[in-house]
């Protein structure tokens, strides 16, 4: 399984972005998905996650400002991002868990995979 992560760039303070987490290969549902950021300098951090049933939490520096939404259809997970300021300025990483049927042994595997992460930079 893999994800792909795409949307990033420079944008203005106030502005905004919409990143997209694309999964492809061989699964049966995606669960779990997170978005994270690194700063320069600085650990990776979680900034907002999505459930396999939709139920969506984000850390404080970001409620209110971006919005976590997928769309299993497509197999995508969409980061928007809005009143963007200096201080989001980061590399975003999304990370999936997934499961797949074995049908070999009639039961489902579990697995949990990252995105290359896409750079966000916001101008003040």
């Known amino acids: 399984v893999q994800l792909q992560a795409s949307g990033g760039g420079l944008v203005q303070a106030g502005g905004s972005l919409s990143l997209t987490c694309a999964a492809s290969g061989r699964f049966d549902r995606l669960n779990e998905v997170h978005w994270y950021r690194q700063a320069p300098g600085k650990q990776r951090d979680l900034v907002a996650t999505?459930?396999?049933?939709?139920?969506?939490n984000y850390v404080d520096a970001v409620r209110g400002r971006f919005i976590i939404s997928r769309d299993d259809t497509k197999s995508t997970v969409t980061l928007q991002m809005n009143s963007l300021k200096p201080d989001d300025t980061a590399v975003y990483y999304c990370n999936a868990y997934y499961e797949s049927m074995d049908h070999k042994l009639s039961r489902p595997t579990f697995g949990s995979t990252w995105g290359q992460g896409t750079l966000v930079t916001v101008s003040s």
């Open positions: 999505i459930s396999r049933y939709g139920a969506t």
